[in-house]
């Protein structure tokens, strides 16, 4: 066994752990809307729920170059988005809309996707993803040196895909989802085991 002290890590070191460390993780494709109106997509893994009362979800999201990217920038200043969950034949789209865009390119046109707009938010939701979710901002929460922030969101309203709800419940095998494991590392769904 190899024994790390995280006081001997630095920022990088210990993102390189962290990331082989927390998998799988599941994609959030985001859809964002600045406040000029141009449209944004890109993927985050550091992505979970965090409450069911009212349905909450939240993504950790990084700086670059010392700034907000721009999927933060448009929530914070907008307040809305729309969580994209993607299949496993999103692969490629996924891992090529989380290159460095400049903020007036739409990610959503260059991978030229098929997109509606949302029920209740200005910002597009994708409409080939087998399910969107329209969420608005509740609350952002810094955590440690490095800068990241917590974007906590409250789900407005759950696009499902015909077919993949069985008494309330998303089949995890229809769904196909796609996982994030360590640096430009993506799985697939393997053999699935139900538990009494
Ligand atoms: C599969 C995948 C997951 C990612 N997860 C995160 C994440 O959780 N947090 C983060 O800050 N960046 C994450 N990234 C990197 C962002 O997608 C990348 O910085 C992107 O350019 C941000 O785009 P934006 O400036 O349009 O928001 C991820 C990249 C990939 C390929």
Redesign the pocket.
Known sequence: MSKIFARDLDEAGAYKLLTGVVVPRP?AWISTRSRAGIS????????TFVSSDPPMIG????L?DGSR????RNIAETGEFVVNIVDDGFLEK??V?????S?DVS?LEVLNLDCAPSDSLAVPRILSCPINLECTLDRIIPFGRAG?EFFVGEVKLFHIRDGLLADGKVDSELLRPLG?LAG?V?GKLGEVIRMK
């Not at 990217?69 to 933060?72: G, L, N, S, V, Y």
Request: aromatic residues 12%.
């Open positions: 994609i944004n997509l890109a993927p985050f893994s550091c992505f993504v950790n999201c990084g670059r990217k721009d999927t933060a996924v891992h809309s989380a290159a460095d865009y903020a990610e990241s994030r430009p993506y």
